[in-house]
């Protein structure tokens, strides 16, 4: 493996950084707002199966009340 010294890797890490894409504000505080709604209704979806797969549970075992 080639060895690189410092100066020649920082001019490489700029070179790539340059070719980044990065991503507006918009699009940043959308992705944002989706991952945040996407995070509640996969939370409210875990909450509803697990309150179903619990009451089936006592149900099968007897324990329901």
Do not use: H, Y
Request: proline share 3%.
């Amino acid at each position: 493996m080639a060895k690189t010294n410092p100066a020649q890797f920082m001019r490489e890490v700029r070179q790539e950084v340059s070719k980044v894409t990065w991503p507006s504000r918009k699009e940043t505080g959308i992705t944002t707002a989706m991952v945040f709604i996407m995070s509640v209704c996969a939370a409210l979806f875990f909450l509803l199966t697990d309150t179903i797969i619990s009451e089936l549970v006592q149900l099968v075992l007897g324990m329901g009340g």
